[in-house]
């Protein structure tokens, strides 16, 4: 009887921890209100990408991934552009990390994690592996 609690137990911790680390699943408006993120599931990892633009043409075409600093990205469309991907949840640190971040609007690549607050989600880019050295940013859940 007792293995059997201590079976349970572990179980429904488990799914607990599961329950907690897909909360970030769904979509999200960027700070700017500008773009929508669907977060989603890649392999096991957590992915985002770009699903609603609110301007999504420029000059009369669909903005492309310019600032990309390898030309043969650069002519690549915004929209369903993977914005993040490759990340696990920490359930000791409860946040999300191991991941990588894209910024179309610099064409940059940064180390990231993210975490929830409250019902935001923040997320950090940071480079060379210090995480004082980089830029936060806030996402609101997406109806």
């Known amino acids: 009887m007792k293995t059997l609690f201590v079976i349970t137990f572990m179980l429904t911790a488990y799914a607990l921890q599961a329950q907690n680390a ?3 699943l769904g979509k999200w408006y960027n700070e700017e ?4 993120i669907n977060v989603y599931k ?5 992915t985002g990408k ?3 633009l609110k301007e999504p043409y420029e000059n009369g075409k669909p903005k492309v991934d310019d600032k990309n600093p390898d030309p043969k990205l650069q ?15 920490d359930p000791g640190e409860k946040e999300w990390t191991g991941g990588r971040i894209y910024d179309p609007k610099s064409g940059k ?4 994690y993210m ?3 409250g019902s935001d989600l923040k997320i950090k880019g940071y480079v060379m ?3 004082f050295l980089g830029r936060k940013t806030t996402w609101t859940k997406a109806e």
């Open 75 to 89: 002519t690549r469309p915004v929209m369903g552009l993977k914005l993040f991907w490759g990340f696990t949840y």
């Open 33 to 36: 209100k500008d773009a929508i």
């Open 22 to 24: 897909d909360v970030i």
């Open 42 to 46: 890649d392999g096991g990892k957590y």
């Open 129 to 131: 592996g210090m995480k």
């Open 115 to 117: 975490w929830m607050d």
């Open 109 to 112: 690549t940064y180390d990231c």
């Open 50 to 52: 770009i699903v609603w």
